[in-house]
């Protein structure tokens, strides 16, 4: 059984920063794809950033030069580091873990980015 686990969303001003982790336990391959996806009130879930076992990244073009994703594949954690944060930011932000064709998720953290 997979477990992610996420922490670090709150209340920031516009501008501000945040960084959120994510800690993934259970039967987990070598291999495997972390990311972060939101989703915003009355929106779909988006991509936000991906990164791979091997480091490779992903960010939705929204977030690129703001947002910085990492892992620390020892801990088998996830983080995202947003940077300069707007109110349009605002979203429950959900941790993902793709092993193979299957796909698990946190149950979310929230960022709020007030104006």
């Known amino acids: 059984q997979v477990r992610l686990v996420e922490s670090g969303g709150g209340l920031v001003q516009a501008g501000g920063s945040l960084r959120l982790s994510c800690a993934a336990s259970?039967?987990?391959?070598?291999?495997?794809?972390m990311g972060w996806y939101r989703q915003a009130p009355g929106k779909q879930r988006e991509l936000v950033a991906t990164?791979?076992?091997?480091?490779?990244?992903n960010y939705a073009n929204s977030v690129k030069g703001r947002f910085t994703i990492s892992r620390d594949n020892a801990e088998n954690t996830v983080y995202l580091h947003l940077n300069s944060l707007k109110p349009e930011d605002t979203a429950n932000y959900y941790c993902n873990l793709k092993l193979g064709l299957t796909y698990y998720w946190g149950q979310g953290t929230q960022v709020t980015v007030s104006s």
């Open positions: 990164i791979t076992s091997g480091g490779r990244t």
């Open positions: 259970g039967t987990l391959f070598s291999t495997n794809v």
